[in-house]
């Protein structure tokens, strides 16, 4: 688990008011429910469901205001621990890979910049001002609503956007649906943040995607026409689908989840054969059991602050698998077609440096890293060189080797004779076990591969 207690909130409740239907239907919030439980859970963290609103008039307090007013007392009244708070709105996707935001907080106020619609946001802030006093708000502050993470430290702050909403109720309401229109909670929170000069930072752009027919992120370059994955998937973390039509909500977030769901699924990325081989249909690539112990082993959050350096990548099967493990990956491989196939495994992903370079030749350098997988030359001096050269080099490295069980190899040997002489440890088989036949005939005599010296 995370070193750290944090927690994404989702306000899910279905207003009782039966004009509330203008979504289109509520599929969306399960859907982002699911996207968001799988990230929490890659991450260490834990999804929380904002469900028990303390007040039941929701067309006078809205889900969205009332969110503020209640999160503390939910939480506590839930007996949920946590260091850091993460309120999303159900109208989100995390991309399946989104890099862990609370890393990005500096534990202070953190939200995303809301510049999509500066004519909403002037007309906004200049009908909210009178109640304010007048304040000048600066809209180069102005922040979004549908996500902003905050901790303990912000609770009085809460409380006072609380009481400033409860004692101006009807004026507020009156100014969201009968002459401002613009929106509900978001101007007033905004005031109630800058008047008392709260310390807010900014999350960068990828991690607030929204409006995403204005910025045309839901097409693709069809001029180069490399490949057709949408922009907004390409380049964004966390997806909101707002700033459109609200009665194309559901359609719109069903589409996308047809189109990713997938990537949701744990062992998506090592069961689908179009995106991964494995030793029956490549002999030169590691079984499926192999990536599935892998990932299993790796797929955990300490795993992600580290490098893993692969000494041999070839066609990037296991390549990708690692890709999903750590926060950074360091393919390498003598030949320029394997790289190439390699970078077409990783597409989606941008935790991939990719080196052309012989391993052997006394021009490469060791990169540093923390976890190597060693598979470039096959021989008894190869794979002795390789183990030497990190130990020497590197910091107390986990190694990961294949072939250990392949009778035409010496790499059983050469594995058992470091682990002897650096007193090391054989940690971890992984992979098929002794009898498993490849697609090319070859019989294993014992476990396909290793980890030695894991964390």
């Known amino acids: ?50 469900d028990e609103p303390s007040l039941e008039d929701t067309t ?12 503390f007392n939910f939480l506590d009244r839930k007996n949920i621990k946590y260091d850091q708070v993460a309120m999303v709105d159900a109208s989100s996707f995390p991309k399946w890979n989104c890099p862990d935001f609370f890393k990005l907080t500096d534990n202070k106020f953190t ?17 909210y001002k009178n109640i304010f006093n007048n304040y000048e708000l600066d809209i180069s502050k102005y922040f979004c609503t549908q996500f902003v993470i905050f901790n303990k430290s912000h609770k009085e702050l809460f409380k006072k956007f609380e009481k400033f909403y409860k004692d101006n109720v009807d004026e507020l309401v009156k100014l969201q649906t009968k002459t401002v229109k613009r929106g509900t909670d978001q101007t007033p929170f905004n005031y109630v943040m800058q008047m008392n000069n709260v310390d807010i930072n900014y999350l960068p752009k990828p991690f607030r995607l929204s409006h995403l027919y204005r910025k045309e992120m839901l097409g693709h370059n069809w001029q180069l026409n490399e490949d057709t994955i949408p922009f907004f998937i390409k380049y964004g973390y966390v997806w909101f689908f707002s700033g459109f039509d609200k009665t194309q909500r559901d359609n719109l977030m069903r589409q ?44 955990k959050p300490h795993f992600k602050n ?41 597409q989606d992903v941008n935790n991939v440096q990719f080196i052309t370079a012989d391993v052997y030749d006394n021009k490469f350098k060791l990169p540093e890293a923390d976890v190597v997988h060693i598979d470039a030359g096959h021989t008894y001096q ?22 250990y069980g392949n009778p035409k190899q010496e790499i059983k040997k050469v594995i058992n004779d470091k682990v002897k002489q650096y007193q090391l440890k054989i940690d971890k088989f992984i992979g098929e076990k002794d009898g498993f036949v490849c697609t090319h005939g070859l019989a294993f005599n014992d476990r396909e591969g290793v980890i030695i010296n894991l964390k």
Request: with cysteine.
């Open 306 to 346: 580290m490098t893993l350096l692969e000494l041999g990548c070839n066609h990037g099967n296991t390549t990708r698998v690692y890709a999903e493990c750590f926060g950074k990956v360091i393919a390498v491989d003598m030949f320029e077609d394997n790289i190439k196939k390699t970078k077409s495994k990783c």
């Open 382 to 403: 190869q794979v002795a060189y390789d183990i030497d050269r990190c130990i020497d080099q590197l910091d107390n490295p986990i190694f990961i080797l294949d072939d």
């Open 111 to 127: 939200v995303g910049l809301e510049n999509d619609n500066l004519r909403w946001i002037y007309e906004s802030v200049q009908g």
């Open 60 to 71: 006078k307090y809205k889900i969205t205001t009332q969110r503020w007013f209640d999160i």
């Open 256 to 299: 996308v989840w047809e189109l990713v769901k997938d990537r949701y699924d744990e062992d998506f990325f090592i069961n689908n054969n179009n995106i991964i081989e494995s030793k029956d249909v490549n002999k030169n690539a590691t079984t499926l059991k192999f990536k599935k112990d892998i990932y299993n082993t790796f797929n």
């Open 1 to 50: 688990m995370s070193d750290k207690k944090n927690i994404v909130v989702i306000p899910m409740i279905i207003p009782k008011d039966k004009n509330l239907d203008k979504f289109g239907g509520w599929q969306w919030m399960l859907n982002s429910k699911t996207a968001w439980k799988y990230w929490c859970k890659r991450n260490g963290y834990e999804l929380v469901i904002y």
